[in-house]
């Protein structure tokens, strides 16, 4: 294994390396080079995959046959960003990071050179990585994690391979119910097996018991409240063995697969962070300030699902892995390692989904939030339609709103309905950033007609019950 010593940037221009080639990565490499010219700053990208700056949120969607072709979820190939003056190094893994000594340590995946390369200002957006267990078997054949264009390809070869049959999803958040669509779609019978006692732990139990009812209502096998204690292959009789999967086993059933699709969640990747002495949170993000600079390091910027973010509602750091909130990071980063300024402020932590034809979305806190957040507060559930009720096609949703006692600030809202009803919590997003209160949203001048919704929004309905309830309520 041979070890190359790449030498500085020398001379009065400035080097910039980028540790990781998706959104956060690649957008602050390219809001950096808008900013300033290939003489005024060179920058240099690692990026371990095949691919770079692609929707991984779109996997889902490709694996279930919307999106006809993986190229489509690539934003900007490798060759585009070398067009423009930014040396991305693809299949090459950075291994080390020397604070110190302002470098980078790589490694060639195809050939095994390794290079140290110096840097002036270091941008890391490493990502996450799939939450996978350690189980008996839960590395053979057939088994997937889901998190990369790599790990899509792969699942849709296994698929094909298969030709239909038995498929097991563990884990029932956005990545297990969107997958469990993917499955259904390709002619799969599709079981969840979920720990939770209901599916889509970002919800509160009441909201998510709406969705597990759905799913099964969809021909999904649904279940909940069980743990994942091994997986089977076909060559094995009592114990492990090296083939591929045929069941996953739970404490009190074991289910038949013919491939296993792990749904479970992601952690930050910050081991490299981690070596290298840099502060992280207690869910083990890294932390920044407002400029994205890494706490307590002037040349050193984070971005992306490596990072915790600052939780506007609560006041706590959180760790919410969404394209979204990585290209604005990227954004911010770029706009500040060329000179510029730009801030992250933080997050009200919105997300939407969904399963076959219904909708799921959050913003804001769930009833646990609020209570460990130190909140005490009023919830309330209401049930309407996306149109007007004599309206052609007008669908069922349930919107469920969490207000402070007393104040009546809006918390939280949770939706789950079919057509129309998850974008609809960008209403309550706008409202938790401006801090309003549930009165104040009776009186917002939503757009009205009866092909687009009631005369009263189902998120204004759900708005009126909450400020009436906190009125009650007040001392």
């Not at 390396?17 to 990208?45: F, K, T």
């Not at 806190?365 to 309330?380: C, S």
């Amino acid at each position: 294994m041979s070890v190359i010593h790449a030498s500085g940037s020398g001379g009065a221009r400035e080097r910039l390396v980028v540790i990781g080639g998706d959104a956060a990565g690649m957008s602050a490499a390219s809001q950096a080079r808008r900013l300033r010219g290939p003489d005024e700053l060179e920058i240099v990208a690692f990026e371990r995959g095949h691919f770079s700056s692609y929707s991984a949120c779109g996997i889902p969607y490709w694996v279930g046959g919307d999106v006809p072709e993986r190229d489509r979820l690539i934003a900007r190939t490798p060759e585009e960003h070398r067009g423009r003056a930014i040396d991305l190094r693809m299949r090459t893994e950075v291994t080390e990071i020397d604070v110190a000594g302002a470098r980078v340590r790589s490694r060639e995946l195809d050939t095994g050179a390794e290079a140290w390369t110096s840097y002036d200002r270091l941008v890391i957006a490493t990502g996450a990585r799939p939450i996978r267990p350690d189980l008996p078997g839960i590395d053979a054949p057939g088994v997937h994690g889901v998190q990369t264009l790599d790990d899509g390809q792969a699942l849709l070869d296994t698929l094909a391979a298969a030709g239909g049959g038995r498929a097991v999803v563990v884990g029932a958040g956005y990545i297990g119910v969107e997958m469990a669509e993917a499955l259904v779609k390709r002619g799969f019978e599709v079981t969840v097996v979920n720990r939770g006692k209901e599916p889509m732990s970002t919800l509160d139990p009441d909201m998510g018991r709406l969705v597990h009812t759905a799913m099964e209502g969809m021909g999904i096998t649904m279940v909940d409240d069980a743990e994942v204690i091994r997986v089977l292959t076909d060559d094995e009789g009592a114990s492990p063995g090296g083939g591929r999967v045929r069941a996953v086993v739970t404490k009190d059933a074991t289910y038949p697969a013919d491939v296993v699709v792990l749904g479970i969640g992601v952690r930050p990747e910050t081991t490299l962070a981690r070596a290298a002495g840099l502060p992280l949170g207690e869910h083990g993000g890294l932390l920044t300030d407002l400029a994205m600079r890494v706490r307590g390091h002037e040349n050193i910027w984070a971005g992306g699902d490596c990072v915790e973010v600052l939780d506007l509602v609560s006041g706590r750091e959180r760790h919410i892995a969404l394209g979204t909130h990585a290209n604005k990071h990227g954004q911010v980063i770029g706009s500040n390692v060329a000179g510029g300024y730009a801030t992250f402020p933080g997050v009200v932590g919105t997300a939407v989904s969904k399963v076959c034809d219904l909708e799921i979305a959050r913003t804001g806190l769930r009833e646990k939030d609020a209570r460990r957040a130190g909140l005490r507060f009023e919830a309330v559930t209401v049930e309407s339609t996306s149109r007007a009720g004599y309206y052609p096609d007008a669908a069922l949703m349930t919107v469920k709103m969490l207000a402070e006692r007393r104040t009546g600030r809006l918390l939280g809202v949770q939706i789950v309905g079919r057509e129309g009803a998850a974008k609809r919590v960008d209403i309550a997003a706008v409202a938790l950033t401006a801090r309003m209160t549930v009165e104040q949203m009776t009186a917002l001048d939503l757009g009205y007609a009866p092909p687009f919704s009631p005369v009263w929004d189902p998120v204004l309905v759900a708005a009126r019950k909450a400020a009436a309830k906190v009125r009650d309520g007040a001392p």
